[in-house]
T-cell receptor, first 110, second 112 residues
Framework: QKEVEQDPGPLSVPEGAIVSLNCTYS??????FMWYRQYSRKGPELLMY????GNKEDGRFTAQVDKSSKYISLFIRDSQPSDSATYLC??????????FGQGTELSVKP | EAGVAQSPRYKIIEKRQSVAFWCNPI?????LYWYQQILGQGPKLLIQ????????DSQLPKDRFSAERLKGVDSTLKIQPAKLEDSAVYLC??????????FGSGTQLSVL
């Protein structure tokens, strides 16, 4: 079993749609849960960061963590063409090492 | 605040040649990472430095890859000799706080 599994997509939605991006993980030692966004030909940038089960909201973005099911999600409301990017879930282990999912490529059509 | 600087932006080499990548992290960031990102995959950690010291290099192919971070600032990653499967984007990142990484735009390497 892979340590991290992310729905690979690609995902194409119309502008204004609600987007759901998901990752499952198997390692109980993961301490923090993150979502990074990566635009084409750029490095990833941190979008959301949480360490506990539950929801965390930041504008149009909501990160959801369910530690009992080892499942995390990122929801994007009112999606915009500027949200078109690859979204990577990431998990922090002790020592500061980040383990990334394979990424989901999202395209939001005007 | 200046971001993480990487050079070159692109590099094309033939297999068995050597190549080097350079990274200048954000000023004051003690932790520096090199990640490899193969097309269609997430970044994979190659090596993590804390100041001058190596924290984790468990996934670095040490028979061909080497990295150093002199004076706890700039870093170079070298591949010698390169293989076809080394074609990837090499990302450098730095951090001040655990988990909050700032990435450069990467070096895209093509090995022919």
């Amino acid at each position: 079993q892979k340590e991290v599994e992310q729905d690979p997509g690609p995902l194409s939605v119309p502008e204004g749609a609600i987007v759901s991006l998901n990752c499952t993980y198997s390692n109980s030692a993961f301490q923090y849960f993150m979502w990074y966004r990566q635009y084409s030909r750029k490095g990833p940038e941190l979008l959301m960061y949480t360490y506990s089960s539950g929801n965390k909201e930041d504008g149009r973005f909501t990160a959801q963590v369910d530690k009992s099911s080892k499942y995390i999600s990122l929801f994007i409301r009112d999606s915009q063409p500027s949200d078109s990017a690859t979204y990577l879930c990431a998990f922090l282990v002790e020592g500061g090492k980040l383990i990334f999912g394979q990424g989901t490529e999202l395209s939001v059509k005007p | 605040e200046a971001g993480v600087a990487q050079s070159p932006r692109y590099k094309i080499i033939e297999k068995r040649q050597s190549v080097a990548f350079w990274c200048n992290p954000i000023s004051g960031h003690a932790t520096l990472y090199w990640y490899q990102q193969i097309l269609g995959q997430g970044p994979k950690l190659l090596i993590q430095f804390q100041n001058n010291g190596v924290v984790d290099d468990s996934q670095l192919p040490k028979d061909r890859f080497s990295a150093e971070r002199l004076k706890g600032v700039d870093s170079t990653l070298k591949i010698q000799p390169a293989k076809l499967e080394d074609s990837a984007v090499y990302l450098c990142a730095s951090s001040l706080n655990v988990g909050k990484l700032f990435f450069g735009s990467g070096t895209q390497l093509s090995v022919l």
